[in-house]
């Protein structure tokens, strides 16, 4: 008997989620539920989970910015990503910073089936489109991430998205718990990674690439 963690703020996929799940013959599950990223570190804190399903658009913390935290209460365990954003989006990202796999709401209940006994059998699930991207992306000088900020370090995609949101240096770093130089210096990193001369042109950016929630 497997137990897992399903995280998301909104009460009706959650449950439509766990539905899903309980009802599938041959995959026996203890499913429970948190809400917001602070219940999740909870939960997690007090109990043993084989596998965590996560959503990125949080009420109090973004999910990308959370799995890390979740992965140092416990290091092994298997985190997919479940969200409404689209592959391109975050997948990458999401893989970097330790992800198990990466699936959209509106993927057939098999698909999710399927992505669960992956997760939960220690291999990964990635998609044929998102293996597609992640070729590309690792072949370097022979083929071109599929968006630019693909190019970013983990870090710097999530200061991108924080200047992204309008956020101040001092305002990043405290929340982060880092210097302003070095916020400063992230973000001389990322305007030359991306081309780009100013924090205008990154927000702009973040905003139309739907980067910030």
Known sequence: ???ILVVDDHFVVRHGI???LEERRGLELICEE???SEEALQKLSNCQY???LLDISLNDENGLDLL???KQIQPSIPILIVSMHPEELYAIHALSLGAAG?????????I???AVSNVLSGQRFI???LASSLADHLAGDQGMPSAVHDQLSPREFQILRKIGSGRTPTEISKSLFLSVKTISTYRVRILKKMGMRTSAELMKYAITQKLVD
């Open 1 to 3: 008997m497997y137990k």
């Open 34 to 36: 948190a809400s917001t």
């Open 68 to 70: 890390p935290k979740l």
């Open 18 to 20: 766990i539905r899903i």
């Open 112 to 114: 999710l089936v399927d």
């Open 50 to 52: 084989q596998a965590i």
């Open 102 to 110: 990466y699936l959209t709401k509106n993927s057939a209940p098999d």
């Open 127 to 129: 998609s044929a489109s």
